[in-house]
């Protein structure tokens, strides 16, 4: 057996270790469907036999959207996104950090990363999109096969009528119509890809609905209409269920619902509309929270999955059969706690995974999409006055025409909440300028057994001065290709928290699996006016011999601009505590001491930093033998930032104290504070001794 094959039977054996037997016996059924289906694959070879056919019977698209609506763009988002549209007419595009300039005429195989090419023939769920060796960086594969770029064109056309851009989003889709018929090559190969494709294709449809050429590019080629009932019959027959069931199976769910909605042309279309919208409503409740936070709890996760709600949400609407109730208030829930937890500058919490996903795309692209989901979000259901104010853009002007006004959602909270007690998610922040925004972690390690975007942080914080990463969340940097890498970034040590005996909180079994789950919970959250104050602790080193239970105590105080971490650790155990900071963070170290500057960042700075000492205290950046000191800003890419690595031996009772405190430029810090934990006792401490 070959070592590619030992190793996918590895993977299957693990993956079935997190599965239930209801979901083990679903799973083998569901291969057998996928083997029973080969016959039904169309490939490349006989679409090129079959003469083009103009569809006999007459189909329409009715879900327009009402007239005058694109002079209602502002003229600022008008402008950003013809000029990306001029771009893609040059053949530029980026995508997950790389520039693309072969966009005249998209291979919609090839990898750019890595160059290599899948085969376009093979049956899908014979291909394998998790092996590098075989289909290349698959993200980057996919991304393309989202169509963002054709929505983003499509709008191009809406708001300028002008015939190069729909002749462009012809010429694409017509070519991804016919290289990739049903079943055949990579792009059928995940339910969450056709998903979105399918959001990307209605709205296609509806931006170009004046454009003389639409009817024939859409509901009189009976190839366009093979390949959007194609696509629903796939979502139809293979959802995803039981430990995969997390932001996957709302993007299957709100793209069938879209599309049954927008194309209702076949006879499975009312049940397909029936089913979907039963589905995603069940769905978005156990994804998130009732605060409205990610049960994922990877940030970035949150904003795509409210995205995709609001598209589902709005269609539904627009079509007549609008969702519950219980959806819209959740939808409304994921807004506000969105809101309530960005930065000065719109910048959301880096917790968990990101690959940078996007429902739909109507706006030129932008690194943070939070802004946009606040937009949409007062288009559908209303801002709160504690909002912050982002402005309109071409999305939310133009979903909310189609939704036809404000849906109303009730409970809202009219102050702007600090705490996610159900998430285990706690912000403790200064208010005016230069804001001191700490984000706590006490919550669960992640969602379904397999946690598959969680990251072993359980305790870390997050600190940023005016929006500027201080103590930094590393990011993902990758997800496929670079296993080292994939783990180190998920690791305990990649984060501000402490390790113990050299292993993380939490056990990975692969690229997407968690075995063992470290649990956080908050014991005590208190804010009082100058203070605030979280303490939590986690079980993951409950197997560690002896076991070992970490506590951490934060306090905020904002009079003296001022953060102290106390991390106490129960057991006898070798420890190693991590700092890291952002890529505009310049760190000097001197013993246990550290000076923090970043004089060329948009607000600059300085703080103190004062470790514990009886830790040895090294600095790292940029290194890979072995891996530390990284800080990745998207998908794809990542930069050398500092990390501070303090080493030595604990045994119970002896306490951790760190303080940060920002600093005025020419002053001095601050004594530190102990907390009512005696200087002497933190001084004299002989349980904890440095390590070499």
């Not at 059924?29 to 083997?35: I, S, T, W």
């Not at 609506?69 to 990306?84: F, N, S, Y």
């Not at 100058?530 to 970490?550: F, K, N, Q, V």
Request: hydrophobic share 40%; proline share 6%; charged share 25%.
């Amino acid at each position: 057996m070959s070592t590619n094959a030992t190793s996918r039977l590895g993977w299957y054996a693990r993956r079935a270790a997190q599965m239930s037997p209801a979901e083990v016996a679903w799973r083998v059924r569901d291969q057998a469907v996928r083997a029973a289906w080969s016959p039904r694959q169309v490939t490349r070879q006989q679409l090129a036999r079959t003469p083009d056919v103009v569809v006999g019977r007459e189909l329409t698209f009715t879900a327009v959207l009402p007239p005058g609506t694109a002079a209602q763009v502002p003229a600022e988002a008008r402008r950003q996104v013809l000029e990306v549209a001029d771009r893609l007419l040059r053949g530029e595009w980026e995508a997950l950090g790389v520039l693309r300039t072969d966009l005249v005429r998209p291979d919609w195989f090839r990898d750019p990363v890595t160059g290599l090419r899948s085969d376009p023939d093979k049956y899908a769920f014979r291909v394998d999109h998790r092996s590098q060796e075989k289909v290349g960086n698959v993200k980057q594969v996919w991304e393309l096969s989202r169509l963002h770029h054709l929505t983003l064109l499509a709008t191009a056309w809406f708001l300028s009528q002008d015939e190069r851009y729909a002749r462009r989003v012809a010429d694409h889709l017509r070519s991804w119509w016919r290289e990739n018929p049903f079943l055949s090559g990579v792009h059928w190969t995940s339910g969450i890809e056709l998903g979105i494709r399918l959001i990307s294709l209605a709205w296609i449809r509806r931006l170009l609905a004046d454009w003389p050429g639409v009817a024939d590019l859409f509901e009189r080629d009976a190839l366009a209409v093979r390949q959007i009932r194609w696509h629903q019959r796939y979502l139809a027959a293979f959802p995803s269920r039981g430990s995969s069931a997390n932001n996957h199976v709302i993007a299957e769910a709100a793209g069938q619902l879209v599309a049954s909605c927008a194309f209702p042309w076949f006879r499975e279309s009312e049940r397909w509309r029936r089913d979907s919208a039963l589905l995603l409503e069940r769905e978005l409740i156990r994804n998130t929270f009732p605060s409205g936070i990610g049960r994922e709890l990877a940030s970035d996760y949150q904003c795509f999955v409210a995205e995709l709600g609001f598209a589902a949400a709005v269609e539904a609407e627009a079509s007549g059969h609008p969702l519950n109730q219980v959806t819209w208030d959740r939808l409304g829930a994921m807004a506000d706690s969105a809101a309530a937890m960005l930065d000065e500058r719109l910048r959301p919490p880096r917790q968990g995974d990101s690959d940078e996903g996007c429902g739909l795309l109507l706006d030129a692209p932008a690194a943070n999409r939070w802004p946009s989901l606040l937009a949409l979000a007062d288009a559908l259901v209303g801002r709160l006055d504690w909002w912050p104010r982002p402005a309109a853009d071409a999305g939310s002007v133009i979903a909310g025409a189609l939704a036809g006004g404000r849906h109303q959602v009730e409970g809202r909270p009219g102050q702007r909440p600090s705490r996610f007690a159900d998430a285990g998610v706690t912000l403790l922040r200064t208010s005016g300028e230069n804001e001191i925004w700490c984000r706590c972690d006490g919550g669960p390690h992640g969602y379904l057994s397999i946690a598959a975007h969680a990251h072993a942080d359980a305790l870390s914080v997050e600190v940023r001065y005016a929006g500027i990463d201080i103590l930094a969340d590393p990011g993902t940097y990758c997800y496929h290709g670079e296993r080292e890498w994939r783990s180190y970034f998920r690791s305990t040590i990649a984060h501000n928290t402490a390790e113990l005996d050299g292993q993380s909180q939490s056990s990975e079994r692969g690229p997407f699996m968690w075995a063992r789950h470290a649990q956080a919970r908050e014991v005590e959250v208190i804010d009082d006016g100058d203070i605030a104050r979280w303490t939590a602790e986690h079980s993951g080193y409950a197997s560690l011999d002896p076991p070992a239970l970490h506590r951490r105590s934060v306090l905020l105080d904002r009079a003296s601009r001022s953060l102290d971490i106390i991390d106490e650790i129960e057991g006898s155990h070798q420890v190693r505590l991590a700092f890291h900071f952002g890529p505009e963070v310049h760190v000097e170290l001197d013993g246990s001491s550290a000076v923090l500057k970043w004089p060329q960042a948009g607000t600059p700075g300085a703080a103190q930093l004062e470790l514990p000492g009886v830790l040895h205290w090294s600095l790292h950046r940029g290194e890979t033998d072995p891996i530390l000191g990284w800080y990745s800003p998207g998908l794809g890419r990542r930069v050398p930032a500092y990390t501070l690595l303090g080493r030595g031996y604990c045994a119970l009772g002896a306490p951790l104290a760190t303080r940060l405190e920002f600093l005025e430029i020419g002053t001095s810090p601050r004594p530190v504070l102990s907390w009512g934990i005696s200087d002497a006792r933190l001084r004299e401490a002989p349980e904890i001794r440095a390590e070499a």
